[in-house]
């Protein structure tokens, strides 16, 4: 990784870079980030632009899914922290420190402003995503008028056994990179950041099977063994995104965002690992080899939900989590997946702790997630099999134009 020397930094511009100053970052980040992005072959991925990135682009190999509560009840102090929330996250994703003056260069009387864990690390396709719990609309800091229109607390679904201390939480912090110390170092400088004014309430970490080749369409599979995401939203297809992902919601930091849909969950795995193939293939509508519908083809074949077997019986089952979850049964609406694979050891009496951090994100979660999760609660077969013990619902800001921070676009200047 690049690092810009604090005595380069003063040269360039003496004294502009206290850190959490506004308007100086630009400076640091326009001296570094060429060379940057030259010694890591470019795996750095855009911090700004009309849309925050970890959404529509290529899923990374691991994540860390972040809720986190707002101590302070100064709206001053939620700011300046995001305001540098963002400004680190940019540097970040740029492969560069947490800091303006990163991990080894600072003076040795004072700690440094970046933990140094990735000094000899690429960014490797390093994002942070936020997103915003319906509890920090509250009264607390002057946000109530602001609440996004679409943003909804997430309701305890049928069979749901929410553990209230994964349930909800102020802010989401969504980090994703092609390595795992990358992801964690950018989480543990925002949480060195935040400290005064907010405070983690839970942490997850994923790993999605992806492909190391980003170009690969491979869809990865989830810890039950079968293909994941086979029919994503497309998000090259503009007419789609704009009527299945991205928000026109009020207020004016909404329009380009969306909402994101946490569901945390624990497979069963010691009894999906006894269940005869067919019914597990039953249970997803697919085969688990090639992930082709049960109705026939391939995994792209579009699913023929009146095929029959030759005993008569549907070839995908109506409660198969395929046919619940697909479209057709979903008046049209789609949502983007972003899901990853967690596991966590065993519990108490030696099962293994292992699931899915789910995510989706659409651009209404009344008219296309609580739809589609209520069906799939009532009946779905995967419940046998899986339990939810979390989650939340979040309003996803816009990107960041030039000059920007996710203080001021919240809360104003």
């Known amino acids: ?19 959490g100053a506004v308007g100086t970052y630009p400076v640091a980040y326009s001296l570094g980030v060429q060379s940057a992005l030259r010694s890591v072959g470019g795996t750095a991925l855009p911090f700004r632009g009309e849309h925050q990135s970890g959404i529509t682009d290529a899923l990374q190999e691991r994540a860390y899914l972040a809720t986190f509560a707002v101590t302070s009840t100064d709206a001053t102090a939620l700011r300046d922290m995001l305001a540098e929330w963002s400004r680190a996250a940019e540097r970040m994703t740029q492969g560069h420190g947490a800091g303006p003056i990163g991990a080894v260069d600072g003076i040795p009387e004072a700690p440094p402003d970046d933990t140094g864990e990735t000094l000899d690390l690429p960014p490797s396709n390093l994002t942070v995503t936020i997103g915003y719990g319906d509890s920090l609309f509250d009264g607390r800091f002057g946000l109530a008028a602001h609440r996004p229109s679409g943003l909804v607390p997430m309701p305890t679904f049928a069979k749901d056994q929410p553990v209230p201390e994964y349930v909800g939480g102020d802010i989401l912090l969504q980090i994703c990179a092609d390595d795992d110390q990358v992801a964690y170092h950018a989480l543990r400088n925002l949480i060195r950041v935040a400290k005064g004014t907010a405070t983690p309430l839970w942490i997850r970490a994923g790993f999605s099977g992806a492909p190391s080749n980003r170009a690969s369409t491979e869809t990865p599979r989830n810890l039950l063994g079968f293909k994941d995401g086979t029919a994503n ?13 991205w928000s026109v919601d009020s207020p004016t930091w909404m329009a380009g965002g969306t909402y994101a849909a946490v569901r945390l969950f624990r497979f069963d ?26 109705s026939g083809g391939d995994e792209r074949t579009t699913a023929d939900f009146a095929a029959r077997t030759s ?10 989590h395929m ?9 049209g609406h ?7 694979n967690y596991t966590n050891g065993v519990d108490a009496i030696g099962r293994l702790d292992a699931g899915l951090l789910f995510v989706s994100f659409q651009r209404s979660l009344t008219d296309q997630f609580v739809p589609m999760q209520n069906a799939m609660a009532a009946s ?16 996803v800001p816009r990107g960041l134009a030039a000059g920007e921070d996710w203080g001021r676009q919240l809360l104003g200047a």
């Open 1 to 19: 990784m690049v690092e810009i020397s604090r005595r380069g930094l003063i040269g360039a511009t003496a004294g502009a870079f206290a850190v």
């Open 380 to 395: 779905d077969r995967m419940n046998d099999y899986v339990q939810n013990f979390g989650g939340g619902f979040f309003a």
């Open 233 to 245: 939203l497309a998000t090259t297809d503009s007419a789609e995104t704009s009527s299945h992902l």
């Open 269 to 294: 795995i010691e009894t999906w690992d006894r269940a005869a193939l067919g019914e597990q293939e039953m249970v997803f509508g697919r085969t688990k080899g090639t992930g082709a519908p049960l």
């Open 334 to 340: 789609k949502i983007l997946r972003r899901a990853y």
């Open 311 to 320: 005993t008569g019986d549907r070839a995908i089952a109506p409660d198969s």
């Open 323 to 331: 046919a619940l979850a697909h479209p057709d049964r979903n008046n």
